[in-house]
T-cell receptor, first 114, second 115 residues
Framework: EAGVAQSPRYKIIEKRQSVAFWCNPISGHATLYWYQQILGQGPKLLIQFQNNGVVDDSQLPKDRFSAERLKGVDSTLKIQPAKLEDSAVYLC????????????FGNGTRLTVT | AQSVTQLDSQVPVFEEAPVELRCNYSSSVSVYLFWYVQYPNQGLQLLLKYLSGSTLVKGINGFEAEFNKSQTSFHLRKPSVHISDTAEYFCAVTKSGGSNYKLTFGKGTLLTVNP
C-alpha cells in the first residue's frame, strides 16, 4: 500500500510569513494526525482528525495554527504568521479504525523560520 | 495524562554488541506502549507494540521489548546490533482501549553503532 504522502519536504520562510503543509493519508484511514517535532525532542501532537471532524486540538496554538481535513481524506496545516520557534519537522500520520491499528507516519516537512 | 522518560539521550555501541534502550512511563490508567525508529530525514516507523498479553514483545529487525508494570518500564533490546541500526528511537505511550491513539512520545535516544 502507498504510504502517507507529505509535501513539501522542506520549506524556508521568514518570520511573520505564512506557510501551508499538505498530507495525504493511507487510503481508507479514517484518523489523521499532525505532529510537531522540534529538534532534539519527541513528536508532539498538534491535532487529530476522525474523518473530517476534530477529535483533539488541545495543543494546537490556535492563534496562528489552523488545520482542515475536507472530505475526510487529505489535510492541510497552516501557520500564519510564523515565528522563529515554529522551526520544526511537521509529521503527518494516519491510522485505520480497526482495533490496535498503529500509526503510519509520512516523511515530514522540515520548516525553517528565519 | 501519560508521560514518557527515555533515560539516555545517546547510546554509542560497537557493531555486534548487545544494546538496551531504556524507557519509563507514567500513567494513572492502563496503557499501550510503542517503540518507533526514525532514520535521518524520514518519518517514524513502528518497531513493536505492547497492547496486552505476553509482556515480551518481538518486533521487526530483531528488536524486542519487555513490559514491566511494577517498574513502569518498557526497555528495548537487541542482542547484536548492525551499522544499519543507527537511528533515533522513540518510546511512546497512550491510554489503553479504543482504536485511535493519542501518542505521547519520549524525547528519543540516538543509537550510534560504530564499526
Amino acid at each position: 500500500e502507498a504510504g502517507v504522502a507529505q509535501s513539501p519536504r522542506y520549506k524556508i520562510i521568514e518570520k511573520r510569513q505564512s506557510v501551508a503543509f499538505w498530507c495525504n493519508p493511507i487510503s481508507g484511514h479514517a484518523t489523521l494526525y499532525w505532529y510537531q517535532q522540534i529538534l532534539g525532542q519527541g513528536p508532539k501532537l498538534l491535532i487529530q482528525f476522525q474523518n473530517n471532524g476534530v477529535v483533539d486540538d488541545s495543543q494546537l496554538p490556535k492563534d496562528r495554527f489552523s488545520a482542515e481535513r475536507l472530505k475526510g481524506v487529505d489535510s492541510t496545516l497552516k501557520i500564519q504568521p510564523a515565528k522563529l520557534e515554529d522551526s520544526a519537522v511537521y509529521l503527518c500520520a494516519s491510522s485505520s479504525d480497526r482495533g490496535s491499528s498503529p500509526l503510519h507516519f509520512g516523511n515530514g516537512t522540515r520548516l525553517t523560520v528565519t | 495524562a501519560q508521560s514518557v522518560t527515555q533515560l539516555d539521550s545517546q547510546v554509542p555501541v560497537f557493531e555486534e554488541a548487545p544494546v538496551e534502550l531504556r524507557c519509563n512511563y507514567s500513567s494513572s490508567v492502563s496503557v499501550y506502549l510503542f517503540w518507533y525508529v526514525q532514520y535521518p530525514n524520514q518519518g517514524l516507523q513502528l518497531l513493536l507494540k505492547y497492547l496486552s498479553g505476553s509482556t515480551l514483545v518481538k518486533g521487526i529487525n530483531g528488536f524486542e521489548a519487555e513490559f514491566n508494570k511494577s517498574q513502569t518500564s518498557f526497555h528495548l533490546r537487541k542482542p547484536s546490533v548492525h551499522i544499519s541500526d543507527t537511528a533515533e528511537y522513540f518510546c511512546a505511550v497512550t491510554k489503553s482501549g479504543g482504536s485511535n491513539y493519542k501518542l505521547t512520545f519520549g524525547k528519543g535516544t540516538l543509537l550510534t553503532v560504530n564499526p
